[in-house]
């Protein structure tokens, strides 16, 4: 069957108080039809429809049938206030609209539910994943944005897009723990480069395994831009530096940080 594709209106059918049911037809109709055509339930409208005379035929009962059970709401085939508004927020997917979180008309839709489920992926805890922004998905998004370096404004625009496309490219396959680290590094990046941080091995005893640590740290820190300092070369035959001594070198330097290197063994 030749089909063309209807380009639905915008506006929300929540707010339709017609009841659709098997047998019934018209705009309305066409109108869910085309919806449910983008969610790849049903066939779009045939070429040659009259859009006032569409029909509520056994296959869009069908495609209703199974919205309705996707969506966890009664099975009926009806398209009531329900499957209005849940085929109201269907519509839009990620990156369709700006988000944001606004108190008292809080934004729906199944876009926001996979921002919230991206950013629990990430590790940022934004609630149930309901396709409500509320205030926990608002907390979520300006610690990620802060962590990726963006404004943390709570707004999920062109920035935030971009972020998380960066993410996506960066680590193949979407691993939460290879996400979050790439969080972390990103954050580090902003946070430590241009800085001079000092490395100090720790102590003498299992000095060979804390210079390899350190040198470890040098390396992922120096590719961050940072300029790293060892206190002291591998293998060196000279005594480990006490606190005092460490604090004088990193104050000699100017250092914004020092990280010092221990084995626990009692672990």
Known sequence: MRSRRLRYSRTSPSTCRTVLRLGSSGAAVAEVRARLAHLGLCDD?????????TPFDEELDRAVRTFQQERGITVDGI???????????????L??????????????GDDVAQLQRRLVELGFDSGRADGIFGPDTDSALREFQAGVGASPDGTCGP??????????????GG???EMREHVHLTHLQTGVA??????????LVDADMCHAIATRVEGRLAALG??????????SPGAALTEAEL???ANSVNADLMVSIHVDRSA
Do not use: C
């Not at 998380?164 to 960066?170: K, Q």
């Not at 940072?226 to 293998?235: M, N, S």
């Open 226 to 235: 940072t300029q790293v300092l060892l206190t002291r070369p591998a293998r």
């Open 247 to 249: 604090a004088e070198f």
């Open 175 to 177: 691993d939460a723990a």
């Open 194 to 203: 241009n800085k001079v941080i000092v490395v100090d091995p720790g102590s």
């Open 45 to 53: 409208i045939a070429l040659g429809w009259d859009l006032a005379d």
């Open 95 to 108: 990156g369709d609209r700006v988000l944001s979180y606004v108190p008292g008309h809080m934004m729906v």
């Open 159 to 172: 920035e935030t897009f971009r972020a998380f496309d960066r993410l996506i490219r960066t680590v193949v």
């Open 79 to 93: 398209v009531g206030p329900d499957t209005f508004r849940r085929l109201d927020e269907a519509r839009w997917q």
